[in-house]
């Protein structure tokens, strides 16, 4: 392996998912980093700030005498001791700063005087980064999207996940899109959201596909942004669909937004699941009750209570079922349909599930555009 990672070699190591060992400080890699990456810090946030100010002070040479300062031996052998934890489980890592400059490769010279080979990232997390962004304006310049639409509750996202060819914006962003989309995890930062999504596409590139298909979705995904380019490349491109009943769409929202969501509350918080399961449910009417009206929203809080508050789990699903089935018919569809008469156009396919799932799969055998 050579000592210096190039851009020449990046588009592999994000599509093999190479680990990473980032060295910049912890509140560097809070604001942005690499899915396949640990950050391991040469310098703590408190430590990179002193050397920082001597840099711009006093020059390179002043800045490097400070870190030295900084990092006793006892300090220094602590973090050597973590690097080398990493690299016996991952023996082909790759080591970067944030331009990579001094704090990776004093950092590389550590270990190989160590023992420990391990090849910089030349640029740092500063070349990957721009990387990916030149990856997601290439995909949104160049690729042949087909938009998965239909009405809430048609199991789009459950289609995409079932295709070769795709990329599930919801799963980037973690969350399910809609105003009642928040799960019991926080959503990445929109640096990391960007980040997942270029080497998602990445992967797909590299297999030379035709098509690729991405689920209609508004700009924003929660608190997150899909990046201008691509979502106007979205809007101009090819829709397929999805149409199913009511009673379908019904039972998706129950299985998705309700037990679903209900057991990752329960995993990431056992003592207070219902307690924070019940508040962010009546949080996502308050946000759409502007919208609905004050008597619309009042129903259907009263039929959430109940669902909340219902002692076994049958009575539970049944009430939800009914505030979903309400909310679809009185404010989701027709907000669908009306957009949808904008789009229709775009649209070269109206089926169920199997039926698009087939059309899928002609599409990807076949040369010609919809």
């Not at 190479?18 to 810090?41: C, M, Q, S, Y």
């Not at 003592?271 to 009042?298: C, P, W």
């Not at 979903?324 to 957009?339: G, T």
Request: negative net charge; contains cysteine.
């Amino acid at each position: 392996m050579p000592a210096l990672i190039k851009q020449s070699g990046f588009a592999e190591l994000f599509i093999k998912d190479h680990p990473l060992l980032d060295v910049r400080a912890p509140g560097e890699f809070k604001h942005g980093a690499f899915p396949n990456a640990i950050n391991l810090p040469l310098l703590n946030d408190e430590q990179r700030e002193a050397v920082g100010i001597k840099y711009k002070q006093s020059g390179q040479q002043a800045a490097i005498a400070t870190g030295e300062q900084l990092i006793n031996a006892e300090e220094k052998l602590a973090r050597l001791t973590q690097w080398q934890s990493f690299l016996r489980i991952n023996p082909h890592a790759l080591l970067y700063c944030f331009r990579g400059g001094l704090r990776s490769e004093i950092s590389q010279q550590w270990l190989t005087e160590n023992g420990n080979r391990i090849a910089r990232i030349e640029g740092g997390y500063k070349a990957l980064r721009r990387f990916l962004l030149d990856t997601l304006e290439e995909v949104a310049n160049s690729s042949d999207f087909i938009i998965v639409a239909g009405k809430t509750g048609s199991g789009k996202t459950h289609l995409i996940n079932q295709l070769h060819n795709s990329v599930d914006l919801e799963g980037c962003a973690h969350h399910r899109g809609s105003a009642f989309g928040r799960r019991s995890r926080a959503q990445p930062s929109q640096i990391n959201f960007e980040n997942s999504l270029a080497i998602d596409f990445l992967k797909l590139c590299f297999k030379n596909l035709k098509k690729l298909f991405l689920e209609d979705e508004s700009r924003s995904i929660g608190s997150l942004s899909i990046p201008k380019n691509l979502h106007v490349a979205m809007g101009d491109s090819p829709l397929a669909v999805i149409e199913q009943s009511v009673e379908f769409r019904v039972e998706t929202i129950l299985h998705d937004y309700i037990i679903s969501n209900y057991q990752d509350y329960r995993q990431c918080s056992p003592e207070h699941a219902e307690e924070l399961f019940a508040d962010s449910l009546l949080a996502s009417l308050d946000r759409i009750q502007r919208r609905l009206g004050g008597e619309n929203t009042a129903q259907l809080r009263k039929i959430m209570n109940d669902a909340l508050a219902a002692t076994d789990e049958e009575s539970a699903n049944t009430l939800h079922r009914n505030w979903i089935r309400h909310l679809l018919e009185s404010y989701y569809d027709p907000m669908y349909d009306y957009q949808l008469i904008k789009k229709n156009h775009h649209v070269v396919f109206r089926g169920d599930s199997d039926e698009f799932l087939a059309w899928a799969a002609r599409i990807n055998d076949s040369s010609d555009v919809p």
